[in-house]
């Protein structure tokens, strides 16, 4: 499958996916979707390499939220829109896959990161966030409720007061405080986002990738688990990373006081 509205490159052990509709600020098409749906079979695919998978968007944003102008999304009888089943039909299974993959995923945030745009940055192991860039939940200016998972994800991250105020006010969410928030990892310069971001995926694409996505399945699941589930949860994730050669080498390289050598296996 050829794209358009998306780019998606391989690197080494780094997959790169970009927004790519720029005249739009990147705002989520039905093609869009279709070509991410794709991507992610891509990235999923072991035969190419991937090992962090490194999302972005080109030109001045990141994602701005849904494409209100997609004609696409409306039934060509009535004009109108069923914002829940294109949800249900693409948003969700999409966003499920990111949370599957076997992968550190970094976010490098270049621009607004609006509406459902929001979701996918947050969707980043780790965050990084260019200083001119910002947040916003707009949902409430269209007269629509927050979706891809903020509901869920915001007062997690940032407590039910903060999440509340975002969703309610739909106002912007600067770089500088949502560090201050804890809601991302880094802030960069914006010239200098993408070589940092670029560095740390691939860092962790050097790693021990499986335990590295053991952890990341970790920290989701225990945001919904009880301490005695999650303890149970380690134990069993644990052996999981105890049964990689990985683990063989980590402990080998840390005996013999040299840097691991780590396959992601």
């Given at each position: ?19 790519n509709d720029p005249g739009a600020m990147n705002s ?193 699941d225990s945001l919904d688990n009880s301490y005695e ?37």
């Amino acid at each position: 499958m050829s794209y358009e509205k998306i780019t998606l490159s391989f690197d080494g052990a780094v997959a790169t996916l970009a927004f790519n509709d720029p005249g739009a600020m990147n705002s989520v098409s039905l093609a869009m979707l279709r070509e991410l749906r794709d991507a992610m079979s891509r990235i999923e695919d072991p035969a190419n390499g991937a090992r962090c998978l490194l999302i972005t968007g080109t030109g001045r944003g990141f994602c701005a939220g849904a494409n209100l102008a997609d004609g696409e999304r409306r039934d060509p009888n009535t004009g109108q829109m069923d914002a829940g089943a294109v949800l249900e039909e693409w948003y969700h299974p999409l966003l499920l896959r990111l949370r599957e993959l076997k992968m550190p995923i970094v976010t490098a945030v270049n621009g607004a990161a609006a509406g459902v745009g929001m979701s996918f940055a947050l969707m980043g192991d780790m965050i990084l966030v260019a200083r001119s860039a910002y947040f916003l939940q707009a949902f409430r200016r269209i007269g629509l409720i927050p979706d891809g998972g903020s509901t869920w994800l915001l007062p997690r991250l940032l407590g039910r007061a903060r999440a509340m105020e975002l969703s309610l006010m739909g106002e912007k969410l600067p770089a500088e405080r949502a560090l201050e928030w804890g809601l991302i990892n880094r802030v960069y310069d914006d010239g200098e986002l993408m070589a940092n971001a670029r560095q740390l995926a691939e860092e962790l694409a050097a790693g021990p990738t499986v335990a590295l996505a053991l952890i990341r399945r970790a920290y989701w699941d225990s945001l919904d688990n009880s301490y005695e589930e999650q303890l149970h949860n380690e134990a069993v994730m644990q052996r999981q990373a105890g049964r990689s050669k990985d683990f063989i080498e980590g402990v080998s390289a840390f005996l013999g006081k040299r840097a691991a050598s780590f396959t992601g296996k």
